[in-house]
């Protein structure tokens, strides 16, 4: 099974600190993703990469950085912290963009999420 | 990315049979269907993915009508652990794995 952890359930920081979530796969999976679910807003996209070193935003990225020095660990970066970024932050993975593996990209595992609450 | 429209909520009872309808008028030609399924405090785990007709795995089946407008995903006799949040999801099958995740159909199952 691929197993998917977060460094944290749950956290708690100040505003203007610097924050690192991580999260680790161990399927060697291409790709990784980091998302945040808000209620009302559902789970929205932040940061992506396909592959070691490379990264591509989301639909929200303002405020996070990301960082993928090796293939299993993608770390998210909150470079201040602020209140409005008080989630759940969801990482997942997913075995490449389906053209060599067959598999569809759509089929992503998530880690069991982060509240990252924000004082 | 073609959107999706789902109903918010519905109820059932344990050992029925439910079925939730996902719309997706503008589906396109290269698009996929895929459902997931989020339980209180965990990830989405992914459930089921289809083109057209049915589909069918150990967890659910996945009806698609020829005209691929609509999807419905079927769940067997449920009890109270499928108490969850269901998503809907249409995308092309490479498209690199940026999912949008709508509301989802909160699914209470009742003893």
């Known amino acids: 099974d691929v197993k998917v952890t977060q460094s944290s359930r749950y956290l708690v920081k100040r505003t203007g600190e610097k924050v690192f979530l991580e999260c680790v796969q161990d399927m060697d999976h291409e790709n990784m993703f980091w998302y945040r679910q808000d209620p009302g807003l559902g789970l929205r996209l932040i940061y992506f990469?396909?592959?070691?070193?490379?990264?591509e935003k989301g639909d929200i990225p303002e405020g996070y950085s990301v960082s993928r020095e090796k293939k299993e660990r993608f770390s998210l970066i909150l470079e201040s912290a602020s209140t409005n970024q008080t989630s759940m932050y969801l990482c997942a993975s997913s075995l490449d963009r389906g053209q060599t593996s067959g598999r569809s990209s759509y089929e992503q595992y998530f880690g069991p999420g982060t509240r990252l609450t924000v004082t | 990315l073609a959107k999706t429209t789902q109903p918010i909520s519905m109820d059932s009872y344990e050992g029925q049979e439910v079925n939730i309808t996902c719309s997706h008028n503008?589906?396109?030609?290269?698009?996929?269907i895929t459902w997931y399924q989020q339980f209180p405090s965990q990830g989405p785990r992914f459930i089921i993915q289809g083109y057209k007709t049915k589909v069918t795995n150990e967890v659910a089946s996945l009806f698609i009508p020829a005209d691929r407008k609509s999807s419905t995903l079927s769940l067997p006799r449920v009890s109270l652990s499928d108490t969850a949040v269901y998503y809907c999801l249409v995308g092309p099958y490479n498209q690199g794995g940026k999912l949008i995740f709508g509301q989802g159909t909160e699914l209470s199952v009742k003893p």
């Open positions: 503008n589906i396109a030609t290269n698009d996929y």
């Open positions: 990469s396909y592959d070691v070193k490379m990264k």
